[in-house]
């Protein structure tokens, strides 16, 4: 069975950083881009970041861009998302998922399975 489990969230101060990770199970990354996504309550689904696993290729939103750094470890099964300089327009729940990285954009309607996700808050 295909899961994705998220974790590391939390509640940080504005200008804090975390380090959210994605753990796969039922199949092996290196095949197949796995993306991080965020919603805020009443707001849609935003792609956030993005990494083709088989060779280590990024993408990034515009609003992580210079702050936030996707990375993976095949030999862990896990993707990772560090998250610094964070703002308070950062809180969400944070979520991973299977899918092409080049439609990052779009929402994740191509993207799953969907985890639980894990809850971001940034706040003084």
């Known amino acids: 069975q295909v899961q994705l489990v998220e974790s590391g969230g939390g509640l940080v101060q504005p200008g804090g950083s975390l380090r959210l990770s994605c753990a796969a199970s039922?199949?092996?990354?290196?095949?197949?881009?796995i993306g991080w996504f965020r919603q805020a309550p009443g707001k849609e689904r935003d792609g956030v970041s993005c990494?083709?696993?088989?060779?280590?290729?990024?993408y990034y939103a515009d609003s992580a861009k210079g702050r936030f750094t996707i990375s993976r470890d095949n030999a862990k099964n896990t993707v990772y998302l560090q998250m610094n300089s964070l703002k308070p327009e950062d809180t969400a729940v944070y979520y991973c998922?299977?899918?092409?990285?080049?439609?990052?954009?779009?929402?994740?309607?191509?993207?799953?399975?969907w985890g639980q996700g894990t809850q971001v808050t940034v706040s003084s």
């Open positions: 998922a299977v899918g092409p990285c080049n439609q990052l954009t779009e929402g994740g309607r191509v993207f799953g399975p």
């Open positions: 039922g199949f092996r990354l290196g095949y197949f881009g």
């Open positions: 990494i083709i696993t088989q060779n280590g290729a990024t």
